[in-house]
C-alpha cells in the first residue's frame, strides 16, 4: 500500500469519505443490470445540445479488471455467485463503517497486503458507498479470456513491479512507482482507479469536456470541436473527442515514454507506441458506461477492451484538492529510512 | 476672388472644420464610453472562454523594480588585490545556484500591478517579506512546483484557460496541472485549507467576480517574497474589454498581514493562436533532483552513492 502520507489530502479525504457515508442511502439496490440492459433513458443535454455528462462520478462495482482465476472460462456469475458477493459486500460495509476491517475499494485486503501496518493507510482511504455487484466476471471483455494479453516481456515488468510493490528497494526518489512520486496512476485507469481519490468531475463547455480526476488533481481537456491530433508528446498524451450520437468517443495518441519509470501497474504507463480509445456513454441517469480499448505493440499482444460501469455521485458532490507533492512528507521518510536501514544493515557485517 | 468672398470662404471652412473636429471628439468620447459587448454563452453570460495569459513581470514582483542580475543575490566579497590600486565598487552578484545562467536569469524591470505601487504591510510582516526576499531560493513555493495560489496564478508566465458551464466556470492553469472550480451554486466551505482556495463565483453585470477563501498560508504573491496568511480574501474581477483582452483586478484582504485592503489590476491577453491548448507542466519530475538527490542511498544525477 502506498507510503503517500499526504496531510493536506488525508483529510480533505477523510471529510470526503465521511460526506460519502452521509450520502449512502438506506438501502441501495446492490444487484445492478449489465449497464447496456438499460434503455429506457433519454439523454440529457446542456445548454448547447451537447450530452450531458457533467457531475461527479466514480467507479463502484466490485469486477475486476481481469477475470480471476475461479472464474476461468466464464463472462457472468451464477445467481449462486451474485447471491454471495452481495452477502460479502453487506458484511465488508459493516465492517468498514465499524472500523474493523481496513479493505478499501479496489484494493486488497490488509491480511493480503505485503506492508505491515497497512491498517493505517486504510483509514484515510475513501471507502465509498457500498460497492456494488455485477454479473461480468472481469472488466475486460476482448480478449474473451478476460485477461491483459501481455507481451512476454511486459509480463516480466508486471511481475517485477507486483514485487516492488510498497517494498522497494529505495535507492533514490526515481525507485517509488509514479504515484508515490505524486506523479500520475497514468491516464488509462483514471477514471475507474484511485482508492485515495477516485471522484472524477466532468464539466463541459462549448468544444470541450473536461474531466478532474481528484487523485494527483490528474487533468484532461479534451476538444470536442474537430481539431486534428497535436504534434506535443505528453504523459496524458493528446485527446480529441467527437460525439457519435449520445457517446462521446476520445481517440489519444501521442503519449510520451516513461517507461523507464517504477508504475503500480504496467498496463497503465504510457509509452510513444500507446493508442487509447475511450467510449462514454449514459445508459442512465446514473450510470455511465465507459468502453476502453487499448493498443501498444510494446506492451501488449493485441489491442484489450473494458467495459467500465461508473456511478454518478449525488449532486452537490464536490471533488476537492489533492495536495500530494505539497504534502508528500513521504518521500523524504522513505529515503532516510532506507539509507538508515543501509548504514545498519552494513555494520552488522 | 474678391477678398471679401474669400475670407466668408475662409471662416466658413474654419467652422465646418471645426464642427467637424467637435463630432469627431463626440463621437469618440460617447464610443469610449459604451462598455464593449462581449460574446454571450447559451444562458446569456458573457463568454469569457479560451486560453489568457498576463504579459507582465508580476510574477517577478508585483511592485515597481528595476532589472537586476539574477533572482538570487550575494554581495560580492571585498577585493584583496594589488595593493593601493584604485578599484571599482563591487556589486551583489548572482548567487553560486544560479551563476551560470547569465542573460537568462536576469530580472527584467517592470513597473508594478499594485494599486498606489504600495503594499500596506504590517511592520512585522514588512520584515518578514524582506526577508522572504533575501531567502528566495530556499522559500519561493514556485521552485517545487507547488500549487501556486490565487491570484499568483493569474499572471505567472504561463497560459491558463478559461472553460465556462453553467454552474461551474474552470480555470486550468498549467503551471503544475492545477485547476480551479468556480462554484457558481451555493457550496460549502472546504473541509480544511488549502493552497488554491474555495472560489465562489457570480454575475455583477458583465463582470464575473470571484470570492475566494479558504486558503492555507503557504503561496506567496511572486518572486519577490511578497505573502500572505491563511486568514486571505482575495476578491478577483474579470471582465471582457475587446474580443482579446480581460481586465483583471483583485482586492487582497489580510487582516493578521495587512493594515488594509489593496488592490491590483492588469490586462489578460487572449492566446490567439489556432487550437491553442493548455499543454502538460507536469514539473514535480523536474524538481525532484533539488528537493530529493542528496537523501537517497544514491544521487541519480552523480550515480554516486551520497555521503
Redesign the interface.
Same mark, same amino acid.
Given at each position: 500500500m502506498r507510503y503517500r502520507s499526504v496531510a493536506v489530502a488525508l483529510t480533505l479525504a477523510a471529510g470526503a469519505g465521511i460526506a460519502a457515508f452521509a450520502l449512502a442511502s438506506a438501502a441501495r439496490n446492490s444487484t445492478a443490470a449489465t449497464a447496456s440492459e438499460t434503455h429506457s433513458y433519454t439523454a440529457l443535454r446542456t445548454a448547447w445540445g451537447d450530452p450531458d455528462f457533467q457531475g461527479v462520478w466514480r467507479y463502484e462495482a466490485v469486477i475486476a479488471l481481469e477475470r480471476p482465476a475461479r472464474f476461468a472460462g466464464r463472462e457472468f456469475l451464477t445467481d449462486a455467485e451474485i447471491a454471495q458477493a452481495e452477502q460479502t459486500e453487506k458484511d465488508q460495509e459493516a465492517k468498514r463503517l465499524a472500523g474493523v476491517e481496513g479493505e478499501a475499494v479496489g484494493r486488497q485486503s490488509v491480511a493480503a497486503s505485503p506492508i505491515r501496518g497497512n491498517e493505517y493507510n486504510s483509514f484515510w482511504q475513501d471507502h465509498g458507498r457500498p460497492r456494488k455487484v455485477y454479473k461480468q466476471t472481469s472488466l475486460i471483455t476482448d480478449p474473451r479470456d478476460g485477461r491483459i494479453p501481455y507481451t512476454p516481456d511486459a509480463q516480466k515488468a508486471d511481475a517485477r513491479a507486483a514485487a516492488r510493490y510498497g517494498v522497494g528497494p529505495y535507492e533514490s526518489y526515481l525507485d517509488p512507482d509514479t504515484g508515490e512520486r505524486c506523479l500520475t496512476d497514468g491516464v488509462t485507469g483514471m477514471m475507474w482507479q484511485g482508492p485515495n481519490g477516485g471522484h472524477n468531475q466532468i464539466v463541459q463547455s462549448p468544444g470541450y469536456v473536461t474531466i478532474l480526476h481528484e487523485e494527483y488533481r490528474d487533468r484532461r481537456i479534451i476538444p470536442v470541436d474537430g481539431r486534428p491530433h497535436g504534434k506535443i508528446r505528453q504523459w496524458f498524451g493528446d485527446s480529441v473527442g467527437h460525439w457519435a450520437g449520445d457517446t462521446l468517443v476520445v481517440d489519444t495518441t501521442n503519449f510520451v515514454d516513461k517507461t523507464n519509470y517504477e508504475w503500480a501497474s504496467i498496463w497503465t504507463r504510457p509509452s510513444e507506441t500507446l493508442h487509447l480509445v475511450e467510449r462514454f456513454k449514459r445508459t442512465d441517469a446514473d450510470t455511465l458506461e465507459y468502453t476502453i480499448t487499448v493498443e501498444d505493440p510494446q506492451t501488449f499482444v493485441k489491442a484489450w477492451t473494458a467495459v467500465i460501469p461508473i456511478s454518478k455521485i449525488p449532486d452537490g458532490t464536490q471533488i476537492y484538492e489533492y495536495a500530494c507533492h505539497e504534502g508528500n512528507y513521504a518521500m523524504p521518510n522513505l529515503l532516510s529510512g532506507a539509507r538508515a536501514n543501509a548504514v545498519k544493515s552494513a555494520a552488522r557485517k | 476672388m474678391p477678398t471679401r468672398f474669400r475670407s466668408a470662404l475662409i471662416i466658413v471652412v474654419a467652422a465646418v472644420a471645426v464642427a467637424g473636429a467637435v463630432w469627431a471628439q463626440v463621437r469618440s468620447t460617447s464610443r469610449q464610453s459604451d462598455a464593449y459587448q462581449p460574446a454571450r454563452?447559451?444562458?446569456g453570460k458573457p463568454d469569457l472562454?479560451g486560453v489568457w495569459q498576463a504579459l507582465n513581470t508580476a510574477n517577478y514582483d508585483i511592485q515597481s523594480h528595476p532589472a537586476r542580475p539574477a533572482l538570487a543575490l550575494i554581495p560580492a566579497p571585498p577585493r584583496t588585490g594589488v595593493a593601493g590600486l584604485v578599484r571599482a565598487t563591487p556589486s551583489d552578484l548572482p548567487a553560486p545556484a544560479v551563476r551560470g545562467l547569465g542573460a537568462v536569469g536576469g530580472v527584467p524591470a517592470g513597473e508594478g500591478v499594485v494599486d498606489g505601487d504600495e503594499i500596506p504591510y504590517q511592520p512585522w510582516a514588512a520584515a518578514k517579506k524582506k526577508e522572504n526576499f533575501e531567502h528566495w531560493l530556499e522559500r519561493d513555493p514556485e521552485i517545487k512546483?507547488?500549487?501556486p495560489g490565487v491570484p499568483r496564478a493569474t499572471y505567472m508566465p504561463y497560459p491558463f @484557460?478559461i472553460? @465556462?458551464?453553467?454552474?461551474?466556470i /474552470?480555470i486550468?492553469y498549467e503551471f503544475a496541472?492545477?485547476?480551479r472550480?468556480i462554484h457558481m451554486n451555493k =457550496?460549502?466551505n472546504? *473541509?480544511?485549507?488549502?493552497?488554491?482556495g474555495l472560489s465562489r463565483g457570480r454575475w455583477e453585470g458583465d463582470t464575473l467576480v470571484v470570492d475566494v477563501t479558504d486558503f492555507?498560508d @503557504?503561496t506567496w504573491f511572486d518572486r519577490a517574497g511578497n505573502f500572505h496568511s491563511d486568514a486571505l480574501h482575495i476578491v478577483e474581477r474579470y471582465t471582457a474589454v475587446s474580443p482579446y483582452h480581460l481586465m483583471y483586478e483583485v482586492t487582497v484582504e489580510d487582516p493578521k498581514v495587512f493594515t488594509r485592503p489593496w488592490k491590483m489590476r492588469m490586462p489578460l491577453y487572449r492566446r490567439a493562436e489556432k487550437?491553442k491548448?493548455?499543454?502538460?507542466y507536469?514539473c =514535480?519530475?523536474f524538481v525532484?533532483?533539488a528537493?530529493?538527490?542528496q /537523501?537517497?542511498? =544514491?544521487? *541519480?544525477a552523480t550515480g554516486h552513492v551520497?555521503r
Open positions: - | 454563452t447559451a444562458d472562454s512546483c507547488f500549487m @484557460q472553460l @465556462q458551464s453553467t454552474d461551474n /474552470l486550468a496541472g492545477t485547476t472550480t =457550496v460549502g472546504n *473541509p480544511s485549507a488549502s493552497w488554491m492555507n @503557504q487550437d491548448r493548455i499543454l502538460e507536469k =514535480v519530475e525532484e533532483e528537493m530529493y538527490g /537523501l537517497g542511498i =544514491v544521487d *541519480p551520497n
